[in-house]
T-cell receptor, first 113, second 114 residues
Framework: DAKTTQPPSMDCAEGRAANLPCNHS???????VYWYRQIHSQGPQYIIH???NNETNEMASLIITEDRKSSTLILPHATLRDTAVYYC??????????????FGTGTKLQVIP | GAVVSQHPSWVICKSGTSVKIECRSL??????MFWYRQFPKQSLMLMAT?????????EQGVEKDKFLINHASLTLSTLTVTSAHPEDSSFYIC??????????FGDGTRLSIL
């Protein structure tokens, strides 16, 4: 799995958009970008994933650059409940029987009232 | 969507005892499950891959005789921490692979060894 780089921490005002960047310059053509978050003392929660097109769901939007070397997770209207550690992961989906997800250090997002 | 249940959510026990943690996929069959450990203020570290009907694959540095993994059915994997000691105190998290969905994680088990 390709390595990712994320800033260790970010602050965002409540109600504003939170934009979390991720660099994955060594991503290969068949690797997807996945985002998970971990709220304190809970298991990771899946947010969104994509290959090359921008994606949006009820939780967030994912913007992937044209060269696919970086991406941005956007939480359009951050709330206090969005305070968590956000992990960006790149991997090949359904890659044989070995589907492990390897976590980096992630970005600790603090939403401020 | 797919849901993974982990039990117990927390456990406190004396040093030297063995502790079993269960991980269940609730509405899908999971041929592969994963076990992670997380120490305070650190990221999740993969311990092992649990494969239904075969031996688990352990990551480097993880003692297979210390952390016994059994994946006897397509919906259940168990992790047993044998002869637990205070240094085994941690947050243990399982995940299950669904063939057509992203990996789903349990809510974790906080293990405290006195």
């Amino acid at each position: 799995d390709a390595k990712t780089t994320q800033p260790p921490s970010m602050d965002c005002a409540e109600g504003r958009a939170a934009n979390l960047p991720c660099n994955h310059s060594t991503i290969s053509g068949n690797e997807y970008v996945y985002w998970y978050r971990q709220i304190h003392s809970q298991g990771p929660q899946y947010i969104i994933h994509g290959l090359k097109n921008n994606e949006t769901n009820e939780m967030a939007s994912l913007i992937i650059t044209e060269d696919r070397k970086s991406s941005t997770l956007i939480l359009p209207h951050a709330t206090l409940r969005d305070t968590a550690v956000y992990y960006c992961i790149v991997r090949v989906p359904n890659s044989g029987g070995y589907q492990k997800v390897t976590f980096g250090t992630g970005t600790k997002l603090q939403v401020i009232p | 969507g797919a849901v993974v249940s982990q039990h117990p959510s927390w456990v406190i026990c004396k040093s030297g005892t063995s502790v079993k943690i269960e991980c269940r996929s609730l509405d899908f069959q999971a041929t592969t499950m994963f076990w992670y450990r997380q120490f305070p203020k650190q990221s999740l570290m993969l311990m092992a891959t649990s494969n239904e009907g075969s031996k688990a694959t352990y990551e480097q540095g993880v003692e297979k005789d210390k952390f016994l993994i059994n994946h006897a059915s397509l919906t259940l994997s168990t992790l047993t921490v044998t002869s637990a000691h205070p240094e085994d105190s941690s947050f243990y998290i399982c995940s299950a692979h669904h063939p057509n969905q992203p990996q789903h994680f349990g809510d974790g088990t906080r293990l405290s060894i006195l």
